[in-house]
């Protein structure tokens, strides 16, 4: 058990949708990462956040979005959902903002688009 | 730019055998480079990291890899697998400036056979 967790584990729902999947990092930690992982594209860096602000962004659709709330824990919007959307969305979390820091994983949402 | 490959996308191995998982890297900025871990229906857990100084770095559960920097390779060895090692092994990098992200390979399925 990394200490980070992932709500909900599993959704299914259908193209057009909309929904949010909530992450809370690791007690003490002040960065929280998102990375899908799908079968062709394999982990993909999506976003990270840092106490708050957005540092860093990757391979994140437009119509995704995500934020981290002041009691840390952050949230991924994934809007108009498309078939190409299922995969398992992964969230990390460190303690700081540095290059050195081990980023710890949560268990994963896997979404299924229908 | 950084890119990870790992040169297998399966391992098979008969147990208490030696195993090496193997990856190469492109980066036009100096790294740091992880291995890391899934086991069916998990998140990902850091098996070790090389950050700097010696070049043989040693992580959990007996694996070790070693960095060369002139074949810009880090190769995952471990000298003797048990049943309880089956899992994909995920490589990555992440650059030691810029965008805080870490950029994976494809994963390695590692498979051991009684």
């Known amino acids: 058990d990394s200490g980070v967790t992932q709500t909900p584990k599993h959704l299914i729902t259908a193209t057009g949708q909309r929904v949010t999947l909530r992450c809370s990092p690791r007690?003490?930690?002040?960065?929280v990462y998102w990375y899908q992982q799908s079968l062709d594209q394999g982990l993909q860096f999506l976003i990270h956040y840092y106490n708050g602000e957005e540092r860093a962004k990757g391979n994140i659709l437009e119509r995704f979005s995500a934020q981290q709330f002041p009691d840390l824990h952050s949230e991924l919007n994934l809007s108009s959902l498309e078939l190409g959307d299922s995969a398992l969305y992964f969230c990390a979390s460190s303690q700081l903002d540095s290059h050195t820091d081990t980023q710890y994983f949560g268990p994963g949402t896997r979404l299924t688009v229908l | 730019a950084q890119s990870v490959t790992q040169l297998d996308s399966q391992v098979p191995v008969f147990e208490e055998a030696p195993v090496e998982l193997r990856c190469n890297y492109s980066s036009s900025v100096s790294v740091y480079l992880f291995w890391y871990v899934q086991y069916p229906n998990q998140g990902l857990q850091l098996l070790l990291k090389y950050l700097s100084g010696s070049t043989l770095v040693k992580g959990i559960n007996g694996f070790e890899a070693e960095f060369n920097k002139s074949q810009t390779s880090f190769h995952l060895r471990k000298p003797s697998v048990h049943i309880s090692d089956t899992a994909e092994y995920f490589c990555?990098?992440?650059?030691?400036?810029?965008?805080?992200?870490?950029?994976f390979g494809q994963g390695t399925r590692l498979t051991i056979n009684p």
């Open positions: 990555a990098v992440s650059a030691i400036q810029g965008a805080q992200k870490l950029v």
């Open positions: 007690s003490g930690d002040l960065s």
